[in-house]
């Protein structure tokens, strides 16, 4: 039981969404607030007939609470734990194993924010070290009793530390007063882990993101099954995973592309890591675009997965513009017969919209396109039922004529 919480009363006929577990209150659903609750503060959601709906973590804007229990719970160290056992069941059982074991991949999501009735949190396990990112102020504030549950699980992670990397994603007037670092523990990076038999140095201290794009383990073990003496494009490659998988499965020549140098001096490095000296892959730390129009060379297998080309509604234009000229060009590049992995990790540009854009590429490229794959995000970045924006992976697998 949880007392003297501040209450948000929403507006009547505006509590539907909320009974139907949807984990967002939006601000113009809220009738009246009682109490003075601050960015970060968790509130008691109620009905307009003040009838108790739901808990969550306050955040004056468009999205006003965040909700993390339907229930009257208290969100202390044994709750957050309930919630990390949950996730860590889900992810043993789609045979995403820990380092205890002996599997051939020990990285994982370990927490999908809304996915795992945690909005507005993010925590990715590598071998042991479990990198978390709090994206609302509320589960920043609640790092230190999440800290707590996760060392509960040390035997069943092989806990070696747990590194917070929150002052990115936190919003920027506090984020100016949050400093990266360990919460416990500690460990040396870059940091090898295993993800289908293959080697990845992993840097969250540095690196994009908590350290390595977890979410395209999948479709990197699908392009292998299409890349056996292919020439093969990885664009926007960051630390090379597609060019890794595609060089174990005999691709004749791989070549990887992104506008940093670091990223590109990570591509390498685990391309040397898993293959010591590899003379058919070449990288190059050029803008794509550029490399594409300047580039006479076609490619029998391609990848484009662009960074999110839009994070909100008012840029959404702009974004299907510029993935309608990227995969324009791609696809020109393309040799007869040839093959595009094509991506976009946008969660304002929907699964129809991008589909529909690629179409417009397709178009305007004057080549004829055949659907292989419809793709998507693993097993361990789960789409809450009733909160279908998490899903925000897209990928399209076309053959070219």
């Not at 789609?94 to 009735?117: Q, W, Y």
């Not at 597609?242 to 691709?251: H, K, P, R």
């Not at 490095?269 to 190059?284: D, I, K, L, M, R």
């Not at 076609?298 to 513009?321: C, W």
């Amino acid at each position: 039981m949880i007392l003297n919480l501040p209450q948000i009363f929403l507006k009547p006929n505006r509590d539907e969404a909320v009974r139907r577990f949807h984990p967002w209150v939006f601000s113009g659903a809220i009738g009246r607030v009682q109490g003075k609750p601050q960015d970060g503060d968790v509130v008691e959601v109620c009905d307009a007939r003040g009838n108790f709906l739901a808990v969550g973590h306050y955040h004056e804007g468009n999205i006003a609470v965040k909700l993390f229990s339907f229930e009257k719970k208290e969100p202390n160290v044994g709750f957050w734990l309930e919630k990390l056992q949950k996730a860590l069941t889900i992810r043993q059982s789609v045979v995403l194993k820990t380092a205890s074991s002996d599997a051939a991949t020990n990285c994982f999501r370990l927490i999908h924010g809304e996915g795992d009735g945690m909005p507005g949190l993010i925590a990715d396990y590598y071998d042991g070290v479990v990198v978390l990112q709090a994206h609302s102020i509320g589960m920043y504030r609640a790092l230190p009793q999440i800290t707590d549950a996760l060392v509960q699980l040390t035997d069943e992670l092989s806990l070696k530390a747990i590194y917070n990397k929150s002052h990115e994603t936190l919003p920027d007037q506090y984020a100016q007063n949050v400093q990266n670092g360990y919460l416990w523990g500690s460990c040396t990076v870059p940091h090898p882990v295993q993800e289908n038999g293959h080697t990845f140095l992993i840097n969250w201290e540095t690196g994009q993101k908590t350290g390595f794009f977890l979410d395209q383990r999948d479709n990197r073990a699908l392009l292998a099954r299409y890349a056996a003496g292919k020439t093969v494009l990885n664009a926007f490659c960051y630390s090379g995973g597609f060019s890794i998988y595609a060089l174990a499965a005999q691709a004749a020549t791989v070549d990887s592309v992104d506008v940093s140098k670091k990223a590109i001096e990570l591509t390498d490095q685990n391309v040397t890591t898993n293959f010591g000296e590899a003379p058919t892959h070449q990288s190059y730390a050029e803008d794509v675009m550029k490399f594409l129009k300047e580039t006479t060379g076609t490619y029998d297998l391609m990848v484009l997965d662009p960074p999110a080309f839009a994070k909100s509604m008012s840029a959404r234009h702009r974004a299907v513009q510029g993935y309608k000229r990227l995969n324009a060009e791609g696809i020109k590049h393309l040799k007869p017969n040839g093959i595009l992995f094509t991506f976009s990790c946008s969660q304002v540009v929907d699964r129809e919209l991008f589909h529909n854009t690629v179409v417009a590429a397709a178009i305007e490229a004057g080549r004829q396109v055949r659907v292989l794959h419809q793709l998507t995000q693993p097993a361990d970045h789960p789409v809450n039922f009733f909160h279908p924006e998490g899903s925000y992976l897209k990928g399209l697998v076309l053959w070219v004529e």
